[in-house]
């Protein structure tokens, strides 16, 4: 667009805003001005958005002074419609009739559109914006609140600065009216500041201890509290969230160093962290060997003459009195066993269609035994598992946990620990939830493995029992993560595991744990193989149990209807077959990461009988490496040929080739020939897990199946010709299915 143009800056002054909210805002005001230029035909050459705790403010660059004068074409009724529609149409306009032109029996209008100035259309603009402003939470103030016409804003509105060059545009909102005036800080420079304008702007809100660019105070707080500590021979913690924290609080922060009484450091770490960070935004320090040091650095919004004395003396005191807290709860929980505190479990409600934390606990206790049991977590302590796994969530009724959800599992290894319990059984309490994101740690001790394993196929197979999976971007129970947690934990430990037994046995034990009777059973081992029928007495009845040779769950009891024979495994199984489905999609997601191909591991998936993740990814690898070579890309042409072939006649294997009278050309043999030397060879180390063999073994394929494809005719008149070779190419495609469904591959 040619002509002048101006920059055009918005200032919204109001009282506090709160820091999670300005990241947002920003975002929102930048946004909404976009669109509403965009209604215009107009477009900034560029849109910078600041905040601090007391203002928005915007800068759009390179605005028109005035929009294009354009000229829009309209189309009308037909000539031969009523005469009430062509009079419609002409107010619609505002034109006369005479100025419509007529082209193929209908009424078109040349509608011409003056350019309008920027500074008339920017008022109401800026007035739609504030009026309809997504703030998270809003407010109305003052004798007008009384009306729900009134403004509202996130906190009370003091002023709008509006000004296109040097401009003032003009807007009037609920008794404000914009200008060019604004306020400095609020104790350093607390009277008006006139504004020239965008180019003038945040110099002189700095000469009034006001850096409105929030990025420029985000540096000052990470790099002024990292120089504290050094300055005082330690290190800082590092936490973004925090930096960004501070800066949303301060217009002109000022990090300083203070410490605190060295005896509340008999408090655990993340206690104390987390008290400075969530209750007062302090940062926390370390000392040379690491350990968490006696200090803390909180950001002032104030350059004090004393050099920040006062202000580190009145926070050290408010601090003082937050860990005297924290350290009464500390040692009021270390007073109770955990054993009594996981008492208290049946208290609270897992879910309403799942029971208690008491109900989980119960499961998980046997879930984790029975894995251990069947050593599928080698070298875990059974009697370690069975103590973790029925303590692991007793830290849940502490008081420490109470006010700081996020230390559950940290605070139980300490409670665990400092009760005399052993170190696996204290580590198992603290890292049951991990991994809990990206990038945390994968614990690989092997009481928490199996306890933790445990926890997360009790949380998937719960909620998938219910229907409440996940969908789209929704997923209120965080499954998806308990997912890929459970995928490293097998990948990272190499864990074998055979998914779909795992899964109906876990199953088995919440559809019993539903029936009321988890806790009441009397037999030791529910899970345990045995070709004897066990009866186990529970509070209302009995029931049996069968998996495969084991027996069915058999309910009866007058107090619950009776669960006929086989229905509780039919359940268990469906539930198992949708979490492998699920577990899939999130293998994919996690493997792609690794640069793994999404359709070998359906490849591998489609076997039907491949349900150990390890095997599984050990041929993903090798049939992405055979994959990539000449040999492997010429076989996968040669198979999907054969494949075509074979779906588009419906022909399924019918005699071996070699019973047919005919004698087959040279390439039919030497493809029988290389398909005798193969199939055994790669079995064998199919069987051995040795998938790069077993690749190495297909590949000597290769050469006969494109001889084969260059000089035989499959669909001879013949008829034993056709079946001969169709019944050798069905060979060939069951041969190379042994070790991945080869027809799920790409390309």
């Keep these: 667009m040619g002509g002048v143009s101006v ?112 500074r008339d259309l920017l008022g109401p603009i800026v007035e739609r914006i504030i009026r309809g402003f997504p703030w998270p939470k809003s407010m109305r103030w003052g004798a007008s609140s009384e009306s729900t016409a009134s403004l509202r804003w996130v906190r009370p509105l003091h002023g709008i600065v509006a000004l296109l060059g040097e401009e003032i545009v003009p807007i009037q909102i609920d008794g404000i009216t914009s200008g060019a005036t604004t306020v400095g800080h609020r104790f350093h420079h607390p009277g ?59 217009e002109w922060p000022v990090p300083l160093l203070g410490r605190f009484d060295a005896d509340y450091l008999d408090v655990p770490r993340e206690v104390i962290v987390l008290t400075m960070r969530t209750n007062q935004k302090y940062f926390a320090c370390t000392d040379a060997e690491g350990l968490l040091a006696p200090a803390f650095i909180c950001t002032a919004n104030i350059d004090a003459n004393d050099g920040g004395q006062a202000i580190v003396e009145g926070n050290r005191r408010v601090l003082a009195a937050r860990l005297s807290d924290a350290r009464f709860f500390w040692e009021q929980d270390l007073k109770v066993p955990l054993d009594e505190q996981t008492a208290k479990l049946g208290g609270i409600v897992f879910h309403e269609k799942l029971g208690t ?53 940290t605070l139980g290894g300490y409670i665990a620990r400092a009760q005399g319990e052993p170190n696996a059984v204290a580590d198992a309490l603290r890292d049951h939830y991990r991994p809990a994101g990206q990038g945390d740690d994968v614990p690989t001790d092997p009481v928490t493995v199996a306890v933790n394993i445990a926890d997360r196929l009790d949380t998937l197979v ?79 009845g009995s029931f049996t149990y069968r998996h495969g ?36 999609d999130r293998l994919k997601v996690q493997q792609r990461d690794a640069g793994v191909r999404h359709d070998l591991i359906d490849a591998v998936f489609a076997l039907g009988d491949e349900d150990d993740i390890v095997r599984l990814l050990a041929r993903v690898k090798a049939l992405q490496a055979f994959i990539g070579t000449k040999d492997g890309a010429d076989l996968l042409t040669g198979y999907k040929r054969a494949a075509n072939i074979l779906r588009k006649e419906k022909w399924e294997e019918r005699r071996d080739p070699r019973s047919h009278s ?86």
């Design 357 to 409: 934390v008491a109900d989980k606990v119960a499961r998980v206790a046997k879930l984790a035994q029975w894995l251990v049991k069947e050593r599928l977590v080698p070298g875990a302590d059974p009697d370690q598992v069975r103590i973790a796994a029925k303590m692991a969530k007793s830290d849940l009724v502490t008081q420490i946990v109470g006010e700081f959800p996020e230390l559950q599992g």
């Design 549 to 584: 040779d084991r027996v069915v769950v058999r309910w009866d009891s007058s107090k619950t209807p009776k669960i006929e024979r086989g229905q509780i495994i039919e359940e268990a199984t469906s539930i198992s077959e949708q979490i492998l489905d699920f577990l899939e």
């Design 192 to 250: 008006p500041i006139t504004v020239g304008g965008a180019h003038d702007y945040a110099e002189k809100l700095r000469a009034c201890h006001v850096i409105v660019d929030h990025e420029e105070r985000e540096k000052l707080v990470r790099e002024g509290a990292a120089k504290a500590a050094t300055d005082a021979g330690l290190e800082l913690v590092a936490d973004e969230g925090l930096v960004v924290e501070n800066a949303g609080l301060t």
């Design 662 to 747: 005919y004698e087959p050309l040279h390439q039919e043999a030497e493809l029988d020939e290389a398909l005798d030397a193969a199939e055994p060879r790669a079995e064998q180390a199919i069987e051995e897990e040795d998938f790069e063999r077993a690749m190495k073994v297909l590949a000597s394929l290769r050469a006969p199946v494109d001889a084969f494809f260059d000089h035989v005719t499959v669909n001879d008149p013949d008829p034993e010709k056709r079946e001969r070779r169709l019944n050798l190419l069905a060979r060939l495609r069951d041969a190379v299915n042994r070790v991945a469904d080869f027809s799920k591959i790409e390309g």
């Design 7 to 118: 920059d055009f800056l918005l200032e919204l002054l109001s009282e506090e805003i709160p820091a999670r909210m300005q990241a947002g805002a920003r975002n929102d005001l930048a946004r909404l001005l976009a669109e509403e230029l965009e209604e215009l035909g107009v477009a900034a050459e560029a849109i910078d958005v600041w905040s601090t705790p007391r203002r928005l403010a915007l800068v759009a660059r390179g605005l028109p002074v005035e929009t294009q004068a354009v000229s829009e074409e309209i189309k009308g009724p037909r000539t031969s419609a009523p005469p009430q529609a062509l009079e419609g149409f002409l107010r619609k306009v505002g034109l006369p009739h005479e100025q419509l032109q007529e082209r193929d029996g209908v009424w078109f209008a040349i509608v011409e559109k003056p350019g309008r100035p920027m």
């Design 462 to 540: 719960a909620f998938f029992s219910i229907g409440e999976k996940p969908t789209g971007s929704r997923d209120p129970f965080a499954l998806r993560r308990a997912a890929l947690g459970f995928l490293q934990i097998l990948t990272r430990n190499g864990l074998r595991m055979p998914l779909s037994d795992v899964l109906v046995e876990a199953a088995v034990l919440l559809i019993v744990s539903r029936l009321g009777a988890i806790n009441t059973v009397t037999f030791p081992d529910l899970l345990e193989p045995d070709e004897d029928e066990h009866e186990i007495t529970a509070e209302v």
